[in-house]
T-cell receptor
Framework: EDKVVQSPLSLVVHEGDTVTLNCSYE??????LLWYKQEKKAPTFLFML????IEKKSGRLSSILDKKELFSILNITATQTGDSAVYLC????????????FGTGTRLKVLA | DAGVTQSPTHLIKTRGQQVTLRCSPK?????VSWYQQALGQGPQFIFQ???????QRGNFPDRFSGHQFPNYSSELNVNALLLGDSALYLC????????????????FGQGTRLTVV
């Protein structure tokens, strides 16, 4: 059965800390791995990763994919209270049609 | 350029009732996928519509059904509601270019929060 596992489930840090969120997967017909940030309702897109070893960066956020070991990490440096959210990892699976398989998410709370 | 719009935003229904949720995809997108997100969980794939047909269904009972209209908008219907159907229902809009291009992602609506009492 296809699955995406995220760790930790929740995390509390102070402003300025650096955090690393983990995502491992076992998915047939892997196409790409995506990270989303979910604050209230709609997940908002952060990164799409298709190739191993190539880091993607956006400001204080960065992510990398290891297709051999089947995992990805999302790093957030110099965290701010506005980073508080649920971070979702999703794998784009192409069995039958293109659909996402999501992990349960990591709930990050950044304290001032 | 309007993003993905869903209606209603909140809904309270009684067990046994039926509900219809609506989604209008982002301009230029022709594929709509529906996901159910229970509290504390990640979204789970319900089904996907393209060219007015259901392309694939996740592990959801037949009480969940859908429709796509010629303008690409979509409805999700749930019959005989159970307490366990309480969740955030997300609509994801994408382009069938996914079948041809790598670097595209789905865009999510704000969701409909369904509470079954």
């Amino acid at each position: 059965e296809d699955k995406v596992v995220q760790s930790p489930l929740s995390l509390v840090v102070h402003e300025g800390d650096t955090v690393t969120l983990n995502c491992s997967y076992e998915v047939t017909n892997f196409r790409s791995l995506l990270w989303y940030k979910q604050e209230k309702k709609a997940p908002t897109f952060l990164f799409m990763l298709t190739s191993s070893g190539i880091e993607k960066k956006s400001g204080r956020l960065s992510s990398i994919l290891d297709k051999k070991e089947l995992f990805s990490i999302l790093n957030i440096t110099a965290t701010q209270t506005g980073d508080s959210a649920v971070y979702l990892c999703a794998v784009l699976n192409t069995s039958g049609t293109y659909k996402y398989i999501f992990g349960t998410g990591t709930r990050l709370k950044v304290l001032a | 350029d309007a993003g993905v719009t869903q209606s209603p935003t909140h809904l309270i229904k009684t067990r046994g009732q039926q509900v219809t949720l609506r989604c209008s995809p982002k301009s230029g997108h022709d594929t709509v996928s529906w996901y159910q997100q229970a509290l504390g969980q990640g979204p789970q794939f319900i089904f996907q519509y393209y060219e007015e047909e259901e392309r694939q269904r996740g592990n959801f009972p037949d009480r969940f059904s859908g429709h796509q209209f010629p303008n690409y908008s979509s409805e999700l219907n749930v019959n005989a509601l159970l307490l366990g159907d309480s969740a955030l229902y997300l609509c994801a809009s994408s382009s069938s270019r996914w079948w041809r291009e790598r670097d595209t992602e789905a865009f999510f609506g704000q969701g409909t929060r369904l509470t079954v009492v």
